[in-house]
């Protein structure tokens, strides 16, 4: 298995574009995760799911936030309109069931200018 | 609301000392806690699992112990070794919500 995949490695983007981050979890697993990291505020679990189903999202910081998980190989973060405080690295992770070990993508480092 | 503070923010050591890192949090109320390993540009690495009713977890060079009454958890790392440079995380799972501190980050001197 390649672990898990994440798209981009990096992002550049202007203020108030569309932005998409991928994410492609490792076949088996049943929970997967969106973090964000940033200096200020270190790691930050925004929304996780089990089984296709979100089942918390109180980290997504605002409403331009929204994650999708339309079947079990693929995932999606959006942001819209993005915001130069939305700078910072996004990460995925997967697991099987909620405390296994988990798995972290490599990250997108997100710039919005 | 749940804190989780990571105390020494870095450290520096020579090769084959054994070290302690520190977690604490303000709630006792917590599930279970978790020690990560992060290395430059990458995700992260689960080290250590321990649950409320356990006090302690080892492996291999690695005990982490919980004390969940006085809110504090710590990762002690033997014989370190250069490989071991990174940065520490803990975090905590109350049950609905997971908190992270912001990391210890670990040179270790050969």
């Known amino acids: 298995d390649a672990g898990v995949i994440q798209s981009p490695r990096h992002e550049v983007t202007e203020m108030g574009q569309e932005v998409t981050l991928r994410c492609k979890p490792i076949s088996g697993h049943d929970y997967l995760f969106w973090y964000r990291q940033t200096m200020m505020r270190g790691l930050e679990l925004l929304i996780y799911?089990?089984?296709?189903?979100?089942?918390?999202d109180s980290g997504m910081p605002e409403d331009r936030f929204s994650a999708k998980m339309p079947n079990a190989s693929f995932s999606t973060l959006k942001i819209q309109p993005s915001e130069p405080r939305d700078s910072a690295v996004y990460f995925c992770?997967?697991?099987?069931?909620?405390?296994?070990?988990?798995?972290f993508g490599s990250g997108t480092r997100l710039t919005v200018v | 609301k749940q804190e989780v503070t990571q105390i020494p923010a870095a450290l520096s050591v020579p090769e084959g000392e054994n070290l302690v890192l520190n977690c604490s949090f303000t709630?006792?109320?917590?599930?279970?806690l978790q020690w990560f390993r992060q290395d430059p540009g990458k995700g992260l690495t689960s080290l250590l699992l321990?649950?409320?009713?356990?006090r302690e977890q080892t492996s291999g060079r690695l005990n982490a112990s919980l004390d969940k009454s006085s809110g504090r958890s710590t990762l002690y790392i033997a014989a370190s070794q250069p490989g071991d440079s990174a940065t520490y995380l803990c975090?905590?799972?109350?049950?609905?919500?997971?908190?992270f501190g912001t990391g210890t980050s670990l040179t270790v001197i050969p």
């Open positions: 321990i649950q409320s009713s356990q």
């Open positions: 709630d006792s109320a917590i599930y279970n």
């Open positions: 975090a905590v799972y109350t049950g609905n919500q997971f908190y």
């Open positions: 992770a997967s697991s099987l069931g909620l405390f296994g070990g988990y798995t």
């Open positions: 799911f089990n089984n296709n189903v979100p089942i918390d």
